[in-house]
């Protein structure tokens, strides 16, 4: 099976262990072991006398049920059978595709999104076409053109809310639309939603799980959560076809997860509230120092994020964003991510979401190399 080079992946493999700051990162500024038991009131002393005093199996195989229930609490539809636990939501969007795509199947994805949602069918042999997001729509969907796309018996539609790497927010008359859409034409309507709660405004953010009945929201407790060493996401849908056909690929390169990854996001999620309190005072309080260097930086204009961790930045240099992001992290030690990983020239990916401190000071960074040039 041949599939195209993971470009953010391999941009991030290469360069972010080296960088002096590191304002590529897309997580909520991650925890220790330590803060999460100090921000949950947990007794972490129980918690680990409790679990290792547990014989490593593969533990419960469809999922351990503290944190399915924890999972749920997060929709307001989805009951524990409708949730497979997987290995993080790069795990998720995979396990979906290898489940439900087949050679010649039509599949609808937008752009620029992470390229799972359009790279992994293609390497699969679907029919994927592509409905480009533009900067002068603020990178939401042009539904006229989803109609056009999705034609009958188009098998899966896939779309990213909060966006990556705009942080683009899709309303809820948007999704119902964007449903109708799917319906009508008789699609499965993948939402990757690793950034979903992290909204720029109070309320509640709508899962495709909950307004579309063949709806399939993909999550994790890497982004919001700040727990990306746990490896662990998940896959929700309360269609029963989705779940059988999931949890039988499932036997075939999963089997289970881990029995510790489980427990301690059981041990999270019993707190979510807790720790989406952190992570949305983080982005709120990290965008707000973001705009503000924006709108002083003459090189620099963007789309302002309406909710996630991450904004696509573009610079007015003649430079390919590879040559630029490369000379950036040499001169400087600031890291960021080429534009063109997303097919956006000209242009950089940041995270936001990281240590003030370090935001502050790669922002810097990055105003001493583009007043150098």
């Not at 950034?195 to 919001?224: F, N, P, T």
């Not at 289970?256 to 952190?278: I, N, Y």
Request: include cysteine; proline fraction near 4%.
């Amino acid at each position: 099976m041949h599939i195209k080079p993971f470009a953010v992946e391999e941009w991030m493999n290469q360069w972010e262990t080296g960088a002096v700051y590191n304002i590529a990162e897309t997580c909520v500024n991650s925890m220790s072991v330590n803060e999460l038991f100090a921000l949950t009131g947990e007794d972490k002393d129980a918690f680990f006398q409790e679990f290792c005093s547990k014989r490593l199996t593969y533990g419960h195989v469809e999922g351990h049920p503290g944190f399915k229930e924890g999972v749920c609490r997060l929709y307001r539809t989805i009951r524990p059978e409708h949730v497979v636990p997987v290995h993080g939501a790069a795990g998720a969007n995979h396990h979906v595709f290898y489940s439900l795509v087949n050679p010649k199947d039509r599949v609808v994805s937008v752009m620029p999104s992470y390229q799972q949602l359009y790279s992994i069918p293609e390497s699969l042999g679907a029919d994927v076409r592509i409905l480009k997001l533009k900067k002068e729509n603020g990178y939401l969907p042009d539904l006229d053109e989803f109609r056009q796309l999705a034609v009958p018996g188009t098998k899966l539609i896939c779309i990213n809310n909060p966006n990556n790497p705009s942080g683009a927010l899709m309303d809820r008359q948007m999704l119902e639309q964007i449903v109708e859409i799917a319906r009508k034409a008789g699609a499965y309507l993948l939402c990757d939603e690793v950034y979903r709660h992290l909204s720029q405004e109070d309320g509640w953010c709508d899962s495709i799980a909950d307004l579309y009945e063949k709806g399939i929201s993909v999550s994790s407790m890497s982004k919001v959560f700040s727990l990306a060493g746990l490896r662990l996401g998940w896959i929700a849908c309360r269609d029963k076809h989705v779940i059988k056909t999931c949890l039988s690929h499932r036997d075939y390169n999963l089997i289970s997860c881990g029995m510790f990854d489980e427990a301690l996001a059981d041990t999270a999620l019993r707190h979510s509230e807790k720790l989406l309190e952190r992570s949305r005072s983080i982005v709120r309080e990290n965008l707000g120092i973001l705009d503000a260097w924006v709108h002083k930086e003459p090189h620099i204009r963007y789309v302002r994020p309406r909710a996630g961790t991450t904004a696509l930045l573009f610079y007015d240099l003649d430079m390919p964003s590879h040559a630029f992001c490369e000379e950036l992290y040499h001169s400087t030690g600031a890291f960021v991510t080429p534009g063109d990983c997303f097919e956006e020239p000209r242009s950089m990916r940041i995270g936001y979401a990281c240590d003030r401190q370090e935001l502050e000071q790669g922002l810097a960074a990055v105003s001493a190399y583009l007043a150098g040039k």
